[in-house]
């Protein structure tokens, strides 16, 4: 059997080789400090996360109000720990090996001073204490969950674990004012001044217990969580089926040049997988193909009264290649290793971290253009770097740093969203008719961005939004879920929305999002009553990854970004991309990615019929839309009155399922030719266990 190494066990943005394979006997972790390694350890490691505890903050309230004048005045803050905060320590043979990424829930308590500044009191009952990534200035810091405003920076603390009573206390640490905060009170030069005091106690609890020996994982335990909800795993489906299960983190690159390339930034977003099917998902690494891949894509939500009339795409990576399943159980599905060879297959019900700084390494990620999203096929070769250097952005989540500043963007709300295409899925519905989970792959979660012109900060909101793409946020529009060739190729959504913003003007917005159709789609056709006027034509796609050697475009030239072209005669308006015969890199809607076209018309909307043309096969199809197309009484009412959601809860209408019946018949308005044979693209190798291979960053 295959374990896991241990060198995936924490995710990867944290150095395990200074963290796991500590030195130090004396069961205390000092923020600061480095140890050093020993070899092949044997023992049981423990992954914990707070159960309950307190927190008190110290603040001298005059010099964090800024009064010089008047002797140092405290205000004391006292919180309880929200049950079950996600922040997480390794505890090795009952000794503390340190600190995962993670962030402490505060619950204000009844009486808790606020002599604070106007700012900090509205935050109260919502801050979290963050541990920070291993690249931070800072180990630990305090903010604000909703909005992302760092308050303060803590130094100097020291983490003390007592293996008895399970309890981890966080003493002597320095609250510092943050440059954010700081800014924020129109006092820029009291940044990094010490304002107080932390001290932090919580008892914790195991949610993973790992036997080692020798340096591999031999069992894992997942130990249910105490006061946890219900006692029933909850019924996995039919077959292998890879989710989606978190998105825990967005984060900006350290290197190269932090990330920074030009006028761009590059990003990575943390995915952590889950098995919801009844069967081993195949995990076998490079140069095997049968592993599943994953891309990163950013969103925006702008524009209008109420800043959600358009949602757009502004950021998309390559592709991490997956490698050694850890079964994990963060989806609470009931991980079961049974009879499952570990490490080699994700296990049903169980999940696998990647760290955002893991899902930005360079040399793990492999060019889009080689996966067919549907077969989830692709070379042995697909993430190839040979014959091209890296720069700060390259193969990232690539981001114009003018999409992310806040001045820029007043109001602005951003999603990540993370997708996993396997070809282990696709070869299981062959074999097993109805047992076809290739529909479900993609989840999405809203994030604050601060910072910036060339630095950025994220911050969750809310929980991550299951099995669903970033598309089903776009508050108050209609969603429509298109499959035109049932069985051999992918899905794409329809949304549109149509709003009223003066007197006589009506502004129409469409997004086009392809979700694992391999075809792509070349032109988009509304149709248009006679004599309707027009105005403020506009498109918007994602920047494209530039050429790279073996980047699997044809002629290694990369995908074009040029705009798509737009012509409007007396009864429709259509934007297109060259075809495939034209040019095989046009600029088509590609998987993984979301394209949109806008106009205003001087008469109201009513039901009509879109066209859409494929890019690599298939005939033109009709698909539900409401446009201009004549005068009459407007469907639905044109002046929406929705406000914007502050969750990442989907709002929008949604008329299809996500997984498609068992025997699907096309839903097509018209026929499409066969699924063609992608170039350039390879069928998955046979399903036998791989030679190790040298694990990619």
Same mark, same amino acid.
């Given at each position: ?200 106690? %919580? ?89 599943? #891949? ?112 806040? %001045? ?40 604050? #961005? ?54 006589? #003007? ?104 879109? &066209? #859409? ?15 201009? &197309? ?40 018209? &026929? ?15 399903? %036998? ?9």
């Amino acid at each position: 059997m295959t374990n896991p190494p241990i060198s995936k066990i924490i995710p990867l943005g944290f150095a395990l080789l200074l963290v796991l394979f500590l030195s130090n006997s004396s069961g205390n972790y000092a923020a600061e400090s480095k140890h050093g390694i020993s070899d092949a350890p044997t023992g049981t490691l423990e992954k914990m996360i707070v159960e309950n505890g307190s927190v008190t903050m110290e603040l001298d309230s005059s010099r964090l109000n800024g009064i010089s004048s008047i002797a140092g005045r405290h205000a004391t803050l006292e919180f309880s720990v929200a049950a079950n905060s996600f922040f997480t320590i390794l505890v090795f043979n009952d000794q503390l090996r340190g600190p995962e990424a993670g962030s402490i829930a505060l619950v204000k308590q009844v009486g808790t001073a606020t002599a604070v500044p106007a700012m900090l009191a509205a935050s109260l009952n919502q801050l979290v204490v963050e541990k920070l990534p291993p690249d931070a200035a800072f180990d630990l810091a305090v903010r604000d969950r909703t909005t992302g405003l760092t308050f303060f920076e803590i130094r100097g603390h020291r983490y003390d674990y007592d293996s008895n009573a399970r309890s981890l206390s966080i003493t002597g640490g320095d609250l510092l004012l943050s440059k954010d905060f700081a800014d924020a009170l129109g006092r820029s030069p009291d940044a990094g001044a010490i304002i107080g005091r932390i001290s932090i106690g %919580a008892a914790m609890e195991p949610i993973e217990v790992q036997t080692i020996v020798n340096g591999e994982a031999k069992s894992v335990i997942m130990p249910a969580l105490r006061g946890s909800a219900g006692t029933n795993a909850p019924t996995l489906v039919p077959g292998p089926d890879v989710i989606v299960g978190d998105l825990p983190s967005v984060q900006q690159a350290s290197s190269p040049n932090g990330g920074v390339e030009g006028n761009y930034v590059g990003l990575g977003v943390g995915t952590t997988s889950c098995n919801n099917g009844d069967q081993p998902l195949h995990w076998f690494q490079l140069p095997n193909v049968d592993h599943p #891949v994953i891309p990163q894509n950013l969103y925006r939500m702008s524009g209008g009264a109420n800043n959600n009339e358009r949602f757009e795409q502004i950021g998309q990576s390559w592709l991490k290649h997956a490698f050694t399943a850890l079964e994990g159980n963060a989806c609470n599905l009931g991980c079961n290793t049974g009879g499952c060879t570990q490490g080699s297959n994700l296990c049903p019900g169980c999940s696998d971290p990647y760290s955002a700084s893991l899902n930005y390494s360079q040399t793990g990620l492999g060019s889009r253009a080689w996966v067919n999203p549907f077969s989830g096929a692709f070379p042995s070769t697909s993430n190839d770097h040979s014959g091209h250097t890296h720069l700060g952005a390259s193969h990232r989540v690539r981001v114009l740093a003018s999409d992310l500043l806040p %001045a820029n963007n007043t109001g602005a709300t951003y999603f990540a969203e993370g997708q996993y295409v396997t070809a282990h899925e696709y070869s299981w519905c062959q074999s097993h008719p109805g047992q076809c989970n290739m529909y479900n792959n993609v989840s999405y979660r809203q994030f604050t #961005v601060s910072g910036g012109p060339t630095t950025f900060s994220f911050s969750s909101v809310g929980s991550t939004v299951r099995t669903q793409p970033a598309i089903m946020a776009w508050t108050g529009a209609t969603v429509n879920q298109v499959q035109p060739d049932p069985g051999n190729d992918g899905i794409w959504c329809m949304g549109y929305k149509v709003r009223n913003p003066t007197a006589g #003007v009506w502004h129409y917005e469409y997004a086009l999002y392809n979700e694992n159709l391999d075809r792509g789609i070349q032109s988009f056709s509304v149709p248009l009553a006679p004599g309707v006027n027009i105005s403020n034509i506009g498109f918007h796609a994602p920047t494209q990854e530039p050429a790279w050697a073996n980047d699997g475009t044809q002629n290694n030239q990369g995908y074009s970004s040029t705009p798509w072209s737009v012509n409007q005669n007396g009864n429709s308006i259509t934007w297109n991309t060259e075809t495939f015969a034209q040019n095989q890199n046009a600029n088509a809607v590609r998987w993984g990615t979301l394209y949109n076209f806008r106009f205003d018309a001087d008469q109201p909307p009513q039901n009509a019929l879109a &066209t #859409v043309d494929f890019f690599k096969t298939g005939s033109p199809m009709t698909v539900a839309i409401q446009a201009p &197309t004549g005068n009459g009484t407007p469907t639905p009412t044109p002046t929406p009155s929705d406000t914007p959601t502050p969750t990442a809860t989907a709002t929008a209408t949604v008329t299809a399922t996500t997984t498609p019946p068992p025997s699907p018949t096309p839903t097509a308005t018209s &026929t499409s030719t066969p699924h063609p044979t992608p170039t350039p693209r390879s069928s998955p190798s046979p399903r %036998a266990r791989p030679t190790p291979a040298p694990r990619p960053l």
